[in-house]
Structure formats: structure tokens, C-alpha cells
């Protein structure tokens, strides 16, 4: 149990171009889900933190214009990168929280943003 | 920001051998949780420990929480080449999970 897809693993795109990222909790209804970015061979930066039916909480130096996210289900959320520049090419991973409040998280496969 | 701190960061042992990861935090804590990121993939959740645990086991891994010293280790022991992958504590911090910079670990056959 506890799987989270997410969807494309990997998308390249040209500049200008905006491109969605999908985040899907198969077999349990997320409350929260959370999407960071990890360049290479760093750590994952919290970007920012989605609750259902409400809107995301970005952290601090994160455009919100620039990456949208919606959470319109309890099983859905979704990051779209606007307007995208080669700089915004990294690893974009989200996670998800159950109603169950589990302590742990769990975690998409992950989607590699290529902007060319 | 980044909520834990960990070394080393890159870490390169042979088939057999123990690794040991260490993770120190800033703030209080509720637990401390270990997860595992192969290339280019997700992470998966490795263990858990609570505030009030001093060490817990799990398979080959042994996790260990100082709370005086705000930090953790993780022993993976007799390691094999699957274990290569890099591991990264986290640190629930107002709701969100915050992680570390993470260890490169490579386990060569």
C-alpha cells in the first residue's frame, strides 16, 4: 500500500513552453502532498506544500506564478511549470501524506525537466 | 532550509564491510526518519525513530537518536552493491519534512 505515481518520469520541453507534472496517491486519499526539487547530487528543496481543496503554501523565494500547483482531489495534485526556462531543468519529486497522518512520507518516482 | 546536516557526504566501501551515515539537526524534534534514493528516482522510507528511542532496528540497518546532541546515525551493516543508493535523514519541521544534505554511499563488489 501507500503508492505514490507520479507522472511523466521524464519531459523536455522548449523555452516558453509550460509543462504539467502529475502526483497520484494509487491506494490512499492524500491530505497533503509536497513537491521539492533536487538538482544533482544535492538534497531535495521543499518548494512547497499542498492541502486539498485549498491553496499551496510556497516556501520562501519559490514563484508562485511560476509553478503552479493544484490539489483538487484527495488523490490528485498537480505542479505546472509556466513560461519554462533551461534554468527551471532539474528533478521535481512529490510526496504525500495520508488522512491516516502517518508519520512517514511517501514519495513519487520523480520527473526529470528538461528545458531546452 | 535544509533541517539536518550530514556526513559524510560521500562514503565508498566494499561488499561486506558496515557504513555508517550520521545526520545532525537544529531544532526539536518529534522523530527522525532515514530514507533511500537510487539514481534518479524516488525516495523510499527507510525507518523511523521517535523522540523518545534511542536505537531501533530493522533488517541490516541500525538507527540510533542522541536528543542531547540533535543528531542520528545510520549502520547499514554487511552491506551489499544493491545498497548503493544515497541516504538522506529528515526531520518533520511545522508539518513539512525537512531532509539532509544526504550520503553518497557506493558499495563496490
Known amino acids: ?116 | 532550509s535544509q533541517q539536518g546536516e550530514e556526513d559524510p557526504q560521500a562514503l565508498s566501501i566494499q561488499e561486506g564491510e558496515n557504513a555508517t551515515m550520521n545526520c545532525s539537526y537544529k531544532t526539536s524534534i518529534n522523530n527522525l526518519q532515514w530514507y533511500r534514493q537510487n539514481s534518479g528516482r524516488g525516495l523510499v522510507h527507510l525507518i523511523l525513530i521517535r523522540s523518545n528511542e534511542r536505537e531501533k532496528h530493522s533488517g541490516r540497518l541500525r538507527v540510533t537518536l542522541d536528543t542531547s546532541k540533535k543528531s542520528s546515525s545510520l549502520l547499514i551493516t554487511a552491506s551489499r552493491a544493491a545498497d548503493t543508493a544515497s541516504y538522506f535523514c529528515a526531520a518533520p519541521q511545522g508539518g513539512k519534512l525537512i531532509f539532509g544534505q544526504g550520503t553518497e554511499l557506493s558499495v563496490k563488489p
Open chain 1, 1 to 116: 500500500g501507500a503508492v505514490v505515481s507520479q507522472h511523466p518520469s521524464w519531459v523536455i520541453c522548449k523555452s516558453g513552453t509550460s509543462v504539467k507534472i502529475e502526483c497520484r496517491s494509487l491506494d490512499f486519499q492524500a491530505t497533503t502532498m509536497f513537491w521539492y526539487r533536487q538538482f544533482p547530487k544535492q538534497s531535495l528543496m521543499l518548494m512547497a506544500t499542498s492541502n486539498e481543496g485549498s491553496k499551496a503554501t510556497y516556501e520562501q523565494g519559490v514563484e508562485k506564478d511560476k509553478f503552479l500547483i493544484n490539489h483538487a482531489s484527495l488523490t490528485l495534485s498537480t505542479l505546472t511549470v509556466t513560461s519554462a526556462h533551461p534554468e527551471d531543468s532539474s528533478f521535481y519529486i512529490c510526496s504525500a501524506r495520508d488522512r491516516e497522518a502517518r508519520l512517514e512520507a511517501f514519495f513519487g518516482q520523480g520527473t526529470r525537466l528538461t528545458v531546452v
